[in-house]
């Protein structure tokens, strides 16, 4: 069986014992069955994981005594930050899963002029604590050593006119620019996806002005959900770690 890893937001330390919060208390002893004796992995994005054994479980806790620890380190030499239009609920948690898993640095989402869905400040702080816990879900499963930042919900001038990457693009697909025509590799890049019905001409303008070029998938219209995750497959591909 393969031995469950935990994110905790604590210092860990090797000889310490900690107490895991409800929810992941439920995981390991609702979902996964597990049992005293047996062994768990933690990780806070440190670097480290530290490999623990559980030594009780009660009611709504369980401790875990650590052991040891290793280094690990299975981030992209690539840091991508993904500037991406609020699509609806199911659409966007399903990007911030496989964004995650496919080793994406920061996620920031926007309201622009055609978003779909418009979320009001009094629940932003709801929205990104939904986010965040997709986010260390999908980290625990695919061995990265910490969750993306999620950054709180901007509006599109302020959150591109802000960017200072060398390396900026942004998904159109009538563009006739490619990730292929690049030939200097670039350590950071950042890349703005839209809305279902694209980006208003002038956001378009703005967007230009602030060095961002128009860059194309293929021949084929993406959906909202899809062209954030081939970007990064391409980008992880070309510079990151699966070239």
């Known amino acids: 069986m393969r031995v469950p890893r935990i994110f905790i937001f604590d210092i860990i330390d090797t000889n310490d014992e900690y107490i895991l919060d409800r929810d992941q208390s439920h995981y390991l002893k609702n979902v996964l069955r597990l049992k005293t004796s047996m062994k768990v992995r933690l990780f806070n994005g440190s670097g480290y994981e530290y490999l623990g054994i559980i030594n009780k479980i009660s009611k709504n806790s369980v401790n875990v005594a650590v052991l040891s620890r290793e280094r690990k380190n299975n981030e992209s030499p690539l840091k991508v930050n993904l500037?991406?239009?609020i699509s609806r609920a199911s659409k966007f948690d399903y990007l911030i899963q496989k964004l995650t898993e496919l080793g994406v640095s920061s996620i920031t989402p926007i309201q622009s002029e055609r978003s779909e869905i418009k979320i009001r400040?009094?629940?932003?702080?709801?929205?990104?604590?939904?986010?965040?816990k997709i986010a260390i879900s999908a980290c625990q499963q695919c061995d990265r050593d910490g969750p993306p930042k999620i950054h709180w919900i901007g509006d599109f001038s302020s959150t591109v006119t802000a960017r200072s990457e060398n390396a900026k693009f942004m998904l159109e697909p009538?563009?006739?620019?490619t990730l292929s025509a690049i030939?200097?590799?670039?350590?950071?890049?950042c890349i703005l996806s839209g809305p279902e019905g694209g980006f208003s001409p002038k956001e378009h303008l703005l967007a230009d002005e602030h060095g961002f070029k128009p860059l194309s998938l293929g021949p084929r219209i993406l959906r909202t959900e899809t062209a954030p995750i081939?970007?990064?497959?391409?980008a992880q591909s070309k510079w990151g770690d699966c070239k």
């Open 83 to 85: 500037i991406i239009a």
């Open 121 to 132: 400040s009094k629940d932003q702080s709801k929205k990104i604590e939904h986010w965040e």
């Open 174 to 177: 009538s563009a006739k620019y």
């Open 183 to 189: 030939t200097k590799e670039p350590k950071e890049i």
């Open 230 to 234: 081939v970007a990064l497959s391409i």
